[in-house]
């Protein structure tokens, strides 16, 4: 081969590979590694480190879940099902809790609230689920205004005669119908009669539900006089003590005026009339 002709190859050899390191780094740019193969074939492999995000069509995120952006879900809460119900609550001091049963009544609820509002404390309401359909703002006020609501069944059965459907049915329905209502569901339920068994043990805690009875009972519903009434819970009142009283299923007017006697007569003597808090197992 001639001086000439060799020289001539080396030059075109030398720009060749110019060129291929040139477009080596335009395509690198760009995300793509070009080579150029032997036989003059161009092909295209991505390139070496972090690529640039493809455009996606903006209704393709529509599609795709969001994310969590909150803190992460506790661990489910487990109430543990229990062979007797409730008595008494602990707390610090001199503490009481008041409970009414079987409202809410349009007659007396807005009373007895205005009366627990006028000396700033909360009590435990265990509504009936087919109360609750005709007392909705009753419900909505007693969140407002910090009271607990609990679960008194659906239409007021004795438990002991149903089967476990129908106890779950009465317990299930009225969690839904107070969820709806007030914004929570129930944490507390309350057997109607007082009548408990296994069965609404077993259903009221699978329902997330602790079962409270009472200590005091007012005996309210056998209408004996306000002041009868009265004396009933000064009486009773101790440490820890529950009172049971009724805002509906019947005449409760004596009850409203009891509430006037001796709720500040149990704030005098340094009692703590407030709500008990769950404690999770």
């Not at 070009?34 to 480190?49: E, M, Y």
């Not at 996606?56 to 661990?75: H, I």
């Not at 005669?161 to 209502?181: F, G, N």
Request: with cysteine; hydrophobic share 40%; charged share 25%.
């Amino acid at each position: 081969m001639k001086k000439d002709q060799l020289l001539s190859r080396l030059l075109t050899r030398r720009r060749a590979l110019i060129a291929g390191a040139g477009a080596v780094g335009a395509a690198a740019t760009a995300g793509v590694v070009t080579a150029v193969t032997g036989d003059g074939t161009v092909t295209s492999a991505p390139a070496a480190g972090p690529q640039p995000r493809r455009l996606v069509n903006s209704s393709a995120y529509r599609l795709q879940p969001l994310t969590g952006y909150g803190p992460p879900r506790a661990a489910p809460r487990r109430t543990l099902v229990r062979r007797e119900p409730l008595l008494r609550v602990s707390g610090r001091g001199r503490t009481m809790v008041l409970t009414f049963d079987d409202g809410p009544d349009p007659r007396y609820t807005p009373d007895i609230l205005d009366t627990l509002a006028e000396y700033d404390v909360r009590a435990m309401f265990f509504v009936c689920g087919e109360m609750v359909a005709g007392g909705r703002r009753m419900l909505a006020r007693m969140a407002d205004e910090g009271h607990v609501v609990g679960n008194h069944t659906w239409s007021h059965p004795l438990l002991t005669r149903l089967t476990r459907r129908q106890i779950r049915s009465q317990m299930e329905r009225t969690s839904d119908a107070i969820e709806d209502a007030y914004g929570e569901r129930p944490e507390w339920f309350r057997a109607p009669y007082g009548a408990w068994n296994r069965a609404a043990f077993q259903i009221g805690a699978e329902l997330g539900m602790e079962p409270l009875a009472w200590t005091v009972d007012t005996l309210d519903w056998t209408t004996p006089g306000a002041r009868s009434i009265a004396n009933r819970v000064e009486r009773g009142a101790a440490p820890g003590v529950v009172v049971l009283a009724h805002d509906a299923g019947g005449d409760r007017s004596q009850s409203v005026r009891a509430l006037r006697r001796y709720l500040p007569e149990l704030l005098d003597s340094g009692y703590h009339v407030t709500v008990p808090r769950r404690h999770y197992a």
